[in-house]
């Protein structure tokens, strides 16, 4: 490869943020701005879709792996893409467009750093997804808690000094362990490449603190009950974009993160630790559903519901299945695709009436007609309803929980259940009804760019209902390794 | 023994600068702008002699073996002066604001650093208490330096009284060693020590408290906030960097060549100042309303950081908490750099109120110090991240993982202060903006140190390639 086409990806959108930097648009609607941004975060994706045009399905291997002396005798700057981490740098390249398209209304002021942080924010989550190197996914990854802090911080609603604060403290606790254990990985066996750690192997005795440790980790970020009360917050409080960004990008980062370090690297302790997990997500599962079912907050619920879906995730993961992170996979995909689009059309409404409560609204169908449509779709997807996307991620994940433990997978899909109840609520006492509360008469149906974002969600999440084939391509022959070593590994304990 | 005079020239010079500015500043009147500015040439051309000099020497021992000239000397030097030249370029300005811009500043700076490179370079332990009493008395005088300010005197008096305790403390630990091994020379000492160990432990202990004063580890920090507070901004910003650097210096120096074969007896004291410093200065720094005494606890925190790597007993533990150190001499700089720019007719603010809003009046002066905050908190990928990440990597290879967590959790806490300083900038309302008629060293300072933070991670290896020279072990 001539081209750097990774480190081009991580780069770009901060010099198109350097360029916002040095823009100064006159005019009150700031529209050079906006293109600036817009069209770096275009560029990017198109890039992105180069990549996964020459990536080669075929093989487990990473592939356009750029590997720099960074520190000598230290830490190299090393990136590269399997078929487990292609989709979710994909999916960052497209939800950060649809999100600058999306600060027309919601983002009145300081325009400029606002896209400057989200620009920043894209460049570090694309490098959590290709680092290969544990010091350089540490970096990226505790580095996006600063744009993001901002984010919540200067254009949150009311609480928002709480839910920043909560939100920075909350991950950076967790996170410190995993700095711990990366240095001890890098004590034990003198390096961070990832690469070559999955070849040398961590010895046994030290797998379970060092799981733990990331753990630590990435279950606040997944976040996984009980320490996921910052999401809600955090949810609520921030901006449309932000609360997209979260919800869509930020969140995948630890189940990606389970994925290729829990497993790959601690193999026999990711097998003793598979109950803890189990338990935690089926709590997850139906606790969190049961709180979102009494939410009046539209936010809040669907932030609850998110903790719901992502217990979902740790599930299938730890099946240690082929279908179960595959399952995985695809639902935090979907998820990606769903809960932006569900906070979006959250912020449509609450563009227009400035209220996220559940009663103020009610019996607005007959109002804003499409914009009843796409919310169901997207209802519809949340719920796991097949010929969604939603649903191949779920069905996946309860299929290979069902091989594993009977219990876990009964309880999961009551959550399931539970599940379709909240949605499916929230949807009637939203949009069907009587029209009680009048001020609502004056609602605007979606505007073109509006319509245009959702849409763009909504094209993937039913496409890849009807035909997954696509992502499973892209991700069967990584995962299918990863679970050859991971056996290879525990038996050769 | 003469041969090698050239190699303590910087000092010599730097001696004979000060009696001549003396001379100068009593023979011409209103001589205070020249005199600053001599004092900064002499300043610059100490660091170039030593660069040209000493830079490349391996180790010498000079009169006696009482002066030590390595590599770890040179490099502390260097940072020593370059970190007063640009405390004393920057200073002018708020001197005058004040009307204390006179010809006994940059003197009296002058000879504090001259103690300090003494300190620096001592293997002795006569030479290191002159050199630290060179430094002591002149920065009781700059701290009392603004003296028509109460709060100033009262700094000034406290350093002084709270100082001299602790030289005593030192002086009395280091008779104690004299008496039991028959030297004061570090060399000779280390070849001496068969001898009653617990005698000599005594005297450890005493030199450590001494010194422990000196840089405000806990629990002997107690001068600090108020010492911080009550003086001239532009000397706290001295006394949070420089004397740190020398007193650090002899801390690696006085424990690890005397004293390397008693590890087991100081490394519990050194982990238990560590531990405190970071704690402590994490938890009393959240209540602060003053951005001088927050800095205060600050820097007791971070010198907790520099202990923790000094407490691992090994070359890369020493190493790290001279990347620490000067890491956060950038930091520091930076940030009082913003400090300074905090003017309003004429009058200087400094409590966390008056950066209300600052961003929408300074979003440039704002954005730096955010820069500046998440790095002293030790957030990726800016410059703090690194320092901490040295520090505990020695650390953790040494198998103190207690420390290294206890370390990690208190930058947890110590996160929220600064996270209270961002908030008050970027998310409260805005008052009156600042006058922005600064000079240009203050802005230039401003934004070196703020883009050295920022950029550090594209060539974080130059420092360590530095760094790696040192080996005292």
């Not at chain 1, 990536?55 to 990473?62: G, I, L, P, R, V």
Request: with cysteine; glycine share 6%.
């Amino acid at each position: 490869m001539d081209l750097p086409i990774l480190s081009s990806l991580i780069l770009l959108p901060s010099i198109g943020a350097l360029f916002l930097f040095f823009t100064r648009s006159k005019s009150e609607n700031k529209i050079t701005v906006k293109y600036v941004a817009l069209f770096t975060s275009l560029a990017n994706f198109f890039l992105s879709i180069y990549l996964w045009v020459l990536f080669d399905q075929t093989t487990s291997a990473f592939q356009f792996v750029e590997d720099r002396i960074w520190i000598e005798g230290l830490i190299n700057y090393k990136v590269g893409v399997d078929g487990i981490s292609i989709l979710f740098i994909i999916l960052t390249t497209f939800i950060t467009p649809l999100c600058i398209i999306s600060v027309n209304n919601s983002v009145t002021k300081r325009l400029n750093e606002f896209l400057i942080a989200i620009l920043v924010m894209e460049s570090f989550m694309i490098g959590v997804f290709c680092s290969l190197d544990l010091v350089v996914f540490y970096l990226f990854f505790e580095a996006g808690l600063i744009p993001m802090f901002l984010i919540i911080g200067i254009w949150g609603g009311s609480r928002r000094v709480y839910s920043a604060f909560k939100f920075f403290l909350f991950t950076l606790l967790g996170s410190v362990l995993m700095l711990v254990a990366i240095i001890s990985i890098y004590w034990i066996t003198g390096t961070t490449d990832v690469v070559q750690l999955y070849e040398l192997g961590i010895d046994t005795k030290y797998q379970n603190l060092l799981w733990l440790a990331f753990f630590s980790s990435f279950a606040v970020k997944t976040p996984m009950w009980p320490v996921h009360t910052w999401l809600p917050d955090a949810h609520v409080e921030a901006p449309t974009a932000g609360s997209v960004l979260l919800a869509a990008i930020l969140l995948k980062m630890a189940g990606y993160g389970f994925i290729r370090f829990s497993l790959g690297l601690f193999p026999s302790a990711s097998e003793i630790f598979t109950p803890l997990v189990y338990t935690l997500s089926v709590i997850a599962i139906i606790f969190t559903s049961l709180i979102a079912l009494m939410q009046e907050d539209m936010k809040k619920l669907i932030a609850y519901s998110s903790v719901a879906h992502m217990g979902f995730v740790t599930l299938g993961i730890f099946t240690i299945q082929q279908q179960g992170i595959e399952g995985s996979i695809i639902q935090m995909i979907s998820h990606g695709l769903v809960s932006a689009a569900l906070f979006l059309c959250v912020g449509v409404v609450y563009d227009r009436m400035h209220s996220r409560l559940i009663t103020t609204y009610g019996g607005i169908v007959d109002i804003i007609p499409k914009y009843s449509v796409l919310f169901m779709v997207f209802t519809l997807a949340a719920l796991g309803l097949p010929g969604t996307s939603g649903f191949v991620g779920e069905f996946l994940i309860l299929m290979a929980a069902f091989k594993d433990n009977f219990l876990v997978a009964v309880l999961a899909s009551l959550g399931v259940i539970i599940g379709a109840a909240y949605m499916l609520w929230l949807y009637k006492r939203v949009i069907f009804g009587k029209l009680i509360n009048s001020e609502l008469k004056k609602m605007i149906d979606l505007n073109k760019s509006e319509v245009f974002t959702l849409t763009c969600l909504a094209i993937p999440t039913l496409y890849f209902g009807f035909y997954p084939e696509p992502l499973i391509n892209t991700i069967e022959v990584s995962i299918n390794d990863l679970i050859d070593t991971y056996n290879y590994n525990l038996a050769s304990k | 023994m003469m041969s090698n005079i050239e190699l303590i020239f910087p000092e010599i010079f730097i001696s004979l600068s000060i009696m001549f500015l003396l001379i100068l500043g009593v023979f011409k009147k209103e001589s205070s702008k020249i005199i600053q500015n001599i004092s900064l040439v002499v300043l610059l051309v100490a660091t170039v002699m030593i660069f040209n000099e000493t830079i490349g020497v391996e180790k010498i021992t000079l009169f006696n073996q009482s002066i030590i000239i390595d590599y770890l000397s040179s490099f502390m030097k260097i940072i020593t002066l370059l970190a007063a030249f640009v405390v004393l370029s920057i200073s002018s300005n708020y001197l005058k604001t004040f009307k204390i811009f006179k010809i006994e500043y940059p003197i009296l700076i002058l000879s504090s650093v001259l103690g300090m490179m003494v300190m620096i370079s001592s293997n002795d332990l006569i030479v290191f208490y002159m050199g630290l009493e060179l430094q002591s008395l002149a920065l009781y005088v700059l701290a009392t330096f603004d003296r028509d300010q109460l709060k100033s005197s009262e700094a000034g008096l406290k350093y002084f009284v709270l100082s001299a305790l602790s030289s005593g403390l030192l002086l009395y630990g280091c008779s104690l060693i004299y008496g039991f091994t028959g030297s004061t020379n570090f060399n000779v000492i280390s070849n001496q020590f068969n001898t009653n160990e617990y005698a000599l432990t005594f005297g450890i202990v005493f030199i450590l408290v001494g010194l422990a004063f000196k840089i405000s580890a806990v629990p002997f920090h107690m001068w600090a906030p108020d010492v911080y507070e009550g003086s001239p901004t532009s000397v706290t910003l001295f006394f949070t960097m420089v004397p740190k650097v020398a007193a650090l210096t002899v801390f690696i120096r006085f424990l690890y060549v005397p004293f390397l074969n008693l590890i087991d007896q100081w490394q519990m004291i050194l982990i238990f100042l560590s531990i405190a410093s970071m704690l402590f200065g994490a938890i009393a720094a959240i209540g602060q309303k003053n951005l001088k005494r927050l800095i205060a606890y600050s820097s007791i925190s971070h010198i907790g950081y520099a202990l923790a790597g000094l407490a691992t007993g090994s070359n890369e533990g020493i190493q790290s908490s001279v990347i620490y150190l000067t890491i956060y001499i950038i930091m520091n700089l930076g940030f009082f750099s913003c400090l300074l720019m905090m003017k309003r007719n004429n009058i200087y603010y400094e409590n966390l109120d008056d950066l209300s809003g600052l961003s929408k009046n300074h979003p440039l002066l704002s954005l730096s110090l955010l820069v500046i905050l998440f790095s002293l908190a030790g957030i990726p990928p800016l410059a703090g991240f690194f320092a901490k990440f040295y520090i505990f990597k020695s650390v953790i290879e040494q198998s103190m993982f207690f420390l290294a967590i206890v370390g990690l959790l208190s930058t947890v806490v110590a996160a929220f202060y600064y996270l209270r300083i961002i908030k008050i900038m970027y998310f409260d309302k805005e008052k009156e903006s600042y006058d922005m008629d600064h000079s240009l060293w203050l802005k230039s300072s401003l934004t070196v140190s703020t883009l050295l933070i920022l950029l550090y991670f594209i060539f974080p290896g130059q420092l360590i390639d530095v760094v790696s020279r040192i080996n005292i072990i």
